[in-house]
Structure formats: structure tokens, C-alpha cells
């Protein structure tokens, strides 16, 4: 219920009290000055300015762990954006975290295919094997436990990844030996692709820094065995083994 002011009197003010306090605070000197150096190379790739936003989140995201309002304003500063611009892009993406998270970004695949394939059994297992739920920390601040949705690698159902590295073909026990490693500091392997680093540094990848690690480039490799079943069934190189008939026809020809 409102209260309308007598004459006279001041109207209480509409806008909760509580509100973050604008603006952010900035970066300290020697940050600011290494970054702005960074962000100048990332800005130079593009022939306008303002595209060149997605990487700048990525490397403030490289810097904190996560994308601040300090890491926005600096976005905003930057590019000659408002940072309601620069928020309205950080918080519609999921790569971008919000919040201070854990050294590995532990992402269960629970989209259509991954879940019916075993993707939400992991992921219930795992939240109470780690203690957490979604988007939320182990105490030790090593793994961030979250729900992804498809990453294109249906074909290796289910899917785990770990700071955007692909581990295929989880089951439940594997993906808690996988978190347990993770905890421990004992070295994995993802299933395809480069070594596994911290998420800060994917985060700086990401932004379009090199991958300076000895032969990380060349193992990123190229698609799968199990993604170029179609090309090769289509080249001839492997034989058909179903042939699916439109709806309503039954074929007599080849396959089963
Ligand atoms: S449904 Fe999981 S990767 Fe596509």
C-alpha cells in the first residue's frame, strides 16, 4: 500500500534503497595500463570498434575469474559503450560468469540427447558427490558445477566439459573420478582436443591471445570419428547400414 504525502511533505522515494552505487570502481593503475595495452591489440582486429566487445568480456574475464561491473565499466570505457550496453551483452551470454567461481567450470551437458543418454544422471551425481548444486562452488574454490545446454558434440552423448574442453562419453563414476582429479590436483586429459588449463587462461584464449603451450594448437585437431560417420557413409568409404524411408514408404532395397 502507498501513502500519498500530504502537501507540503516529501514523497517517499520509489527506488529501493540498496541499489548497487554507480559507477563501478575502477581497475588499479597497473592493471588498467597492461589491459588497456591488451584490449588496443583486440580492438585493432576489427574494423569497428564496438565488435570487438565478446573478446574484451573475455579478457576482464581472464583477469578477475569472472566478469565484474569494474571488468564492464573498463568494456564500456574501452569501446565507447554505456555500460548498460556492455551488461546487457555480459549477462546474455553463459560463458560469462557473474560471480566469483571455482578454477574449473565443470559443465554437464543436459540437453536432449546428453540427458537421455545419461547427461542428467551425471549431473544429479554429481551435485550431491560434490556437495553443490547448479552454478555453485566447492568450498575448496576448485570446481563450478553447472547445467549446459548442447555443445555440438552430440555425437560423443554424454557430454562433460571442463573450461570448455571436451570430455566425451561420461558416466557417472567417470565424471566423479573426473571431479576428483580436478580437486586433487592430479592431471586429466580431455577425451579430444588441447590440454586442459585454468579457466582464466581459456578465458585469455578466448579473447584471442595465443595458446602459447607446446603443441596445444596442433592437438585442437579437427572433427571426431564419430562426427564424420555421415561424410564417409556419403563418400562410399563406409557402408550404409539403415536406410530410413520417408513416412508412410516401405523399402525393400539395402539395409535393414
Ligand atoms: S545434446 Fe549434449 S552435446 Fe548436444
Not at 576489427?46 to 581472464?62: E, G, I, K, T, W
Not at 577425451?191 to 595458446?211: H, N, Q, S, V, Y
Request: hydrophobic share 35%; aromatic share 6%.
Amino acid at each position: 500500500m502507498t501513502t500519498v504525502p500530504a502537501r507540503g511533505e516529501t514523497p517517499e522515494p520509489r527506488v529501493p534503497l540498496g541499489m548497487p552505487q554507480l559507477p563501478a570502481p575502477d581497475f588499479p593503475a597497473e592493471v588498467r595500463a597492461r589491459l588497456e595495452a591488451d584490449a588496443k591489440e583486440v580492438v585493432a582486429r576489427y574494423p569497428d570498434s564496438r565488435s570487438a566487445l565478446l573478446p574484451l568480456l573475455h579478457l576482464v574475464q581472464a583477469e578477475e575469474g569472472h566478469v565484474t561491473r569494474t571488468g564492464m565499466r573498463f568494456c564500456a570505457e574501452v569501446l565507447g559503450l554505456t555500460t548498460a550496453e556492455v551488461t546487457a551483452v555480459a549477462t546474455f551470454y553463459t560463458m560469462y560468469r557473474r560471480r566469483p567461481s571455482g578454477d574449473y567450470q565443470v559443465g554437464v551437458c543436459t540437453n536432449t540427447l546428453c540427458a537421455v543418454m545419461g547427461g542428467d544422471a551425471i549431473f544429479e551425481e554429481l551435485k550431491e558427490h560434490l556437495g553443490v548444486g547448479n552454478n555453485e562452488t566447492t568450498p575448496d574454490g576448485k570446481v563450478t558445477l553447472e547445467h549446459i545446454e548442447c555443445n555440438a558434440a552430440c555425437d560423443f552423448a554424454p557430454v562433460v566439459m571442463v573450461n570448455w574442453e571436451f570430455f566425451d562419453n561420461q558416466t557417472p563414476e567417470s565424471a566423479k573420478d573426473l571431479v576428483d582429479d580436478l580437486r586433487a590436483g592430479r592431471p586429466v586429459e580431455p577425451t579430444r582436443g588441447a590440454p586442459l588449463c585454468t579457466f582464466k587462461e581459456t578465458a585469455r584464449i578466448l579473447a584471442g591471445f595465443p595458446d602459447e603451450r607446446p603443441g596445444a594448437v596442433e592437438a585442437s585437431g579437427g572433427a571426431g570419428p564419430a562426427s564424420l560417420v555421415g561424410l564417409r557413409i556419403a563418400r562410399g568409404e563406409t557402408p550404409q547400414a539403415s536406410i530410413v524411408h520417408p513416412r508412410g514408404e516401405t523399402g525393400t532395397e539395402g539395409g535393414e
